[in-house]
């Protein structure tokens, strides 16, 4: 089974602009959660879809949104971009069922650059 | 504030001997924990997860739950340099699949 995937695998930007990171979970995953990385902070959650709607939100300005597609594939924006806002971002997929079996797994990352 | 603490590190063992990677959780409601290794510049790889009460064995990884501690451990039996990396400990919530991270701690075995 193909594991998660994510595009693009690097970005650099500069303030101001937006971008759009793209999320394909596992088959039969209906859930993908985002994941910001930074040094300072370590893994922060964004937000999970399921099942095209957004079940959960972490602490993050409205800037960050995301979407997910009927096929669940996911996308994340962020628009107007910070210094602050260069990090790695993981999606992670799972079954879903918020079961205590319940495991998310991760794709490689976009690493994105803000200059 | 739901936290989960790990200690940074880094902590370094010799190659063959047992590593023991703690963790430590402030809310009581955590259903599932879950240990990632983290390589440089990769992602997090699952090695295990726990929810019940008790030592959870796999291969030469062992997961400890004691929930009435709030503490979580991972120990890694026969450690290899291949094993050096970044281990972060993740708690669920009941009914959630979102995951809340420690900042996870950095292991070193030398050869």
């Known amino acids: 089974k193909a594991g998660v995937t994510q595009t693009p695998r690097y970005l650099i930007k500069t303030r101001g602009q937006q971008v759009t990171l793209s999320c394909s979970p596992i088959s039969g995953h209906r859930s993908v959660s985002w994941y910001q990385q930074t040094p300072g902070q370590g893994l922060q959650f964004l937000f999970e879809y399921f099942s095209e709607t957004q079940r959960n939100k972490g602490n993050f300005p409205g800037r960050f949104s995301g979407r997910q597609f009927s096929n669940s594939r996911s996308e994340m924006n962020v628009s107007t971009l910070e210094l602050g806002d260069s990090a790695l971002y993981l999606c992670a997929s799972s079954l879903g069922g918020g079961t205590n079996t319940d495991t998310q797994y991760f794709g490689p990352g976009t690493r994105l650059t803000v200059l | 504030q739901k936290e989960v603490e790990q200690n940074s590190g880094p902590l370094s063992v010799p190659e063959g001997a047992i590593a023991s990677l703690n963790c430590t959780y402030s809310?009581?409601?955590?259903?599932?924990f879950f240990w990632y290794r983290q390589y440089s510049g990769k992602s997090p790889e699952l090695i295990m997860f726990?929810?019940?009460?008790g030592d959870k064995e796999d291969g030469r990884f062992t997961a400890q739950l004691n929930k009435a501690s709030q503490y979580v451990s991972l120990l890694i039996r026969d450690s290899q340099p291949s094993d050096s990396a970044t281990y972060l400990c993740a708690v669920t919530h009941s009914g959630y699949s979102t995951l809340t991270f420690g900042k996870g701690t950095m292991l070193l075995v030398s050869p």
């Open positions: 809310d009581r409601g955590s259903q599932s």
């Open positions: 726990i929810y019940s009460n």
